[in-house]
């Protein structure tokens, strides 16, 4: 059997990894919402309506499930992780106070005049409640992120009695990697959002959806695409430096790096051997590692061997940072070309619409890969150089955690299936939709021999 | 400022933390009330019912969240002892929440032959919850320990907080709804307060036999005194709340929010008798709330946010009923 402690980093693992595709999806969903309904207060052109209307269900449906996965979050760190909060928890205690404080409620408060509120509030109301959760979402991950890059790069703090007291609170929120990450990870949602938008879109498309409505936010996903994944490229090379500034072993494992080296070559790929110190069947490129992070040919590079026990598993982490920079780099080809196609005959062959309903959830695929580059890449630290993962785990026997364990990733594992298979029944019944309806305030209702659906949640 | 002493922050964000679980059981009481009562007989009925709460079921769960953060921001070493002792009952709120939560959207969302067992899935979760609250309830209420007695008594916990859910729940329902739906709603609700009486007046007398500390508190004079008009108030609201349910429903409505306003008083005499019974411990007979406080430079940061922060969520949030007012009949999603 498995101890408390591997139970309790895979529960950990699943539990975020779960919760975090759906703020992935609603950080940047919520600000595109606000975009669709200010352009339809302008216009007053249904279409505008129509996109509000289909994307806002995604809204509500990745909502829902980033609410009950995160309430999992906030017990877990008591049930778990008691040596968390009992070392750093006069830091991190009021980075989440403040989350809550300033974003959940406001967030989940607002959603329902969001939601339901189209013939309740007057019209400015309705936009001003979907601009105030999109703020919030966006301060959810201010907050999460100051907490999380404090444990990558903390300072602001005395130790004092073996627990960590806070000396400057500006510089604890606003800590050396905390710009980087915070970028780093909204340019990621706003990616993981432009093709979930532009899969769907092209889904609808490609089932013979002739509507104006999926070929406008198809226009809209990809042309922000082509901007977006060169920018976030370039964000995530500055991310790079600043953690070969204060992570370097960090930087090490994501290169493969064993040996500190001057004109270190970039490993483009490798089987990293943990046992033997070296990478197997490594294919590289000479020097261009050291010209990447240090901007010169003979750069000194520090490998793994400086830290010795001191380093995270160098496997998961150098094949994560892979995954990574390839979907981004496919991101930014497929973004290209396709907004190339669209701009110059305003419609996409049905080869492109197909790789765009296959590239859907690349975002998702993308983001789990950076986490898992930055998070174990901290190992063996939950808080970096200051708390071990190791110390900060429960007591409480490892058969619990082992039926906790199982019964959460059972029930994620459907949760997923049912999420995505109804994103993609959502999109089909959309194909069916009427062009325009005006007998209600921009609420196009069904065909009419269809019946219609009834008041739900 | 030199009142805000240690242990006076300490017993705000006890206050504080206190206020959160009273407005989550209360807000979130009624919409799993709705959820475990929900009518698998009727879909239009189930449609009106989840429309009544469908707006403001996720702010009411961000109490939740905010109780168990300020547990765990403000009182660490309670939150992990008390977590540590529930940790498999929290396990299974936690799985039943999601349910109830995601089910809430799918149902919405999928083939119509799919909803029927969403709305399944929400009535299941919802009472997997509401029973785990009760039961979590329980065994903290006899010292977070696992004998039978404990046990026993902790399922019998579960049950009575169902039942009190059911009752709010229902209470909601009536004043949400009209008609059929609502006479249904009416029975329900008089079903369930009979059933939450009697768990309340059981337990009411098993925790102060069990609980030493308990039985100090409520018999000692003079506050003794003070402190019976607590079960005194809650038991008269069980007496006029049967009558009010009885005439139910009047011309006009009249009175249909009545049962409501009096199920929400009972709650808050359960959590105030309980509240006193346990001050100022906060894991009961082992730590009390001022050895399980932060440090007091991290409660004060929060403290001054707390203060600047909350006005705001109770503006919007008075915000959002208003919007919501009236009959739930009509209230469409999007």
Redesign the interface.
């Known amino acids: 059997m498995l101890d408390t402690l591997i139970l309790s980093r895979i529960q950990f693992a699943a539990n975020i990894s779960f919760h975090i595709l759906f703020p992935t999806i609603t950080i940047a969903l919520g600000w595109l919402l606000f975009y669709f309904k200010v352009r339809f207060d302008l216009s007053k052109h249904p279409v505008w309506m129509r996109a509000y209307?289909f994307w806002?269900?995604v809204f509500?449906?990745s909502?829902?499930?980033g609410?009950?996965?995160?309430?999992?979050m906030?017990?877990q760190?008591?049930?778990n992780w008691?040596g968390f909060?009992?070392t750093v928890?006069?830091?991190?205690?009021?980075l989440?106070?403040?989350e809550?404080?300033?974003a959940?409620?406001?967030e989940?408060?607002?959603?329902?005049?969001m939601?339901?509120?189209?013939?309740?509030?007057p019209g400015w109301a309705h936009t001003g409640a979907t601009f105030l959760v999109a703020l919030a979402t966006t301060l959810s991950a201010f907050w999460i992120l100051a907490l999380n890059s404090w444990m990558q790069t903390p300072v602001g703090f005395e130790m004092r009695d073996g627990?960590a007291?806070?000396t400057d609170?500006l510089a604890i929120i606003f800590s050396p990697s905390f710009p980087y990450r915070l970028t780093h990870m909204l340019l990621a949602s706003a990616l993981t959002v432009c093709f979930l938008v532009a899969g769907l879109s092209a889904y609808r498309l490609l089932r013979g959806d002739n509507k104006k409505a999926p070929q406008l936010t198809l226009k809209t996903a990809l042309f922000s695409a082509a901007l977006l994944v060169p920018l976030q490229i370039f964000v995530g090379d500055l991310h790079g430096l600043n953690t070969l500034e204060h992570q370097p072993q960090k930087v090490a494992a994501m290169e493969g790096l064993w040996e500190t080296q001057k004109g270190a070559p970039l490993v483009l790929f490798a089987l990293p051997d943990e046992e033997n110190r070296q990478n197997r069947f490594a294919l590289e490129v000479p020097k261009l590692a050291s010209l990447i992070l240090t901007h010169q040919l003979d750069g000194e590079l520090q490998g793994l061997n400086d830290f010795k026990g001191e380093h995270p598993p160098v496997a998961p982490v150098f094949y994560s940072f892979r995954l990574m920079v390839g979907i981004g780099l496919l991101m930014l080809l497929i973004a290209w070309w396709c907004s190339a196609r669209l701009y110059r005959h305003g419609s996409l062959t049905p080869l492109q619409l197909k790789l765009l309903v296959g590239m859907t959830f690349s975002g998702w695929v993308a983001t789990l890969a950076g986490w898992y580059v930055t998070e174990i890449g901290r190992q063996p630290y939950l808080v970096y150089g200051v708390l071990k993962t190791r110390d900060a785990v429960?007591?409480?026997a490892s058969e619990?955690v082992a039926?906790?364990l199982s019964?959460?990733l059972l029930?994620y594992a459907v949760?997923l299936f049912?999420y995505i298979k109804?994103l993609f029944?959502?999109a089909r019944k959309a194909v069916d939709v009427e062009e325009y309806d005006l007998t209600q305030p921009g609420?196009p209702e069904r065909k009419a021999n269809t019946t219609t659906?009834?008041?739900?949640? | 400022m030199s009142w805000l002493t240690a242990e006076n922050l300490a017993l705000a964000f006890a206050a504080l933390t206190a206020l959160s679980l009273l407005l989550y059981g209360i807000l979130d009481g009624y919409d799993l009330g709705v959820g475990i009562t929900l009518p698998m007989q009727n879909?239009?009925w189930r449609?009106?019912a989840?429309?009544s709460?469908?707006?403001?079921w996720?702010?009411n769960?961000?109490w939740?969240?905010?109780a168990?953060?300020?547990?765990?921001?403000?009182f660490?070493?309670a939150?992990?002892a008390?977590?540590?002792a529930i940790?498999?009952p929290?396990?299974l709120l936690?799985?039943g929440?999601?349910?109830r939560?995601?089910a809430?959207?799918?149902?919405?969302?999928?083939?119509p032959a799919q909803k029927r067992n969403w709305d399944w899935t929400f009535k299941a979760g919802s009472l997997l919850a509401t029973f785990s609250q009760g039961f979590m309830l329980g065994i903290y209420v006899m010292g977070l320990n696992y004998q039978l007695s404990s046990v026993l008594f902790a399922s019998f916990s579960g049950l009575c907080v169902t039942a009190a859910y059911a009752m709010i729940g229902n209470a909601w329902l009536i004043g949400k709804t009209s008609g059929e739906l609502q006479r249904h709603a009416i029975a329900t609700c008089k079903k369930a307060g009979v059933l939450t009486f009697g768990g309340i007046l059981a337990v009411s007398m098993i925790n102060p036999l069990v609980n030493a500390n308990v039985y100090a508190v409520w018999t000692e004079p003079p506050l003794a005194y003070f402190y019976a008009a607590i079960p005194l108030l809650c038991f008269g609201m069980f007496a006029l709340g049967y009558l009010v349910l009885k005439r139910l429903p009047l011309p006009d409505d009249k009175g249909a929010w009545l049962p409501f306003w009096l199920t929400l008083i009972i709650f808050v005499c359960c959590f105030a008798g309980l509240a006193l019974s346990f001050y100022p411990f906060v894991v009961p007979n082992e730590m009390t709330l001022y050895e399980a406080a932060?440090?007091k430079?991290?409660l004060q940061?929060?403290f001054f946010?707390?203060v600047f922060?909350?006005p705001f969520?109770l503006a919007?949030?008075a915000?959002?009923y208003y919007?919501?007012r009236g009959k739930a009949d009509?209230?469409?999603?999007?």
């Open positions: 209307r806002v269900k509500a449906l909502f829902a499930l609410v009950v996965s995160g309430i999992t906030s017990f760190f008591g049930t008691p909060m009992e928890g006069n830091i991190a205690g009021p989440l106070a403040y809550i404080l300033t959940f409620f406001l989940a408060t607002l959603l329902g005049i939601l339901f509120g189209f013939q309740r509030v627990v007291h806070a609170w429960t007591t409480i619990q039926i906790t019964l959460y029930l949760l049912a109804t029944v959502l609420l659906e009834g008041a739900t949640a | 879909e239009a449609d009106t989840i429309a709460i469908g707006p403001f996720d702010a769960e961000t939740l969240v905010m168990v953060g300020l547990l765990l921001v403000a660490p070493a939150h992990s008390i977590l540590h940790y498999l929290a396990a936690l799985i929440l999601i349910l939560g995601v809430f959207d799918f149902r919405a969302k999928v083939k932060s440090s430079e991290s940061i929060i946010g707390a922060v909350l969520i919007y949030t915000v959002a919007a919501f009509d209230l469409k999603y999007y």
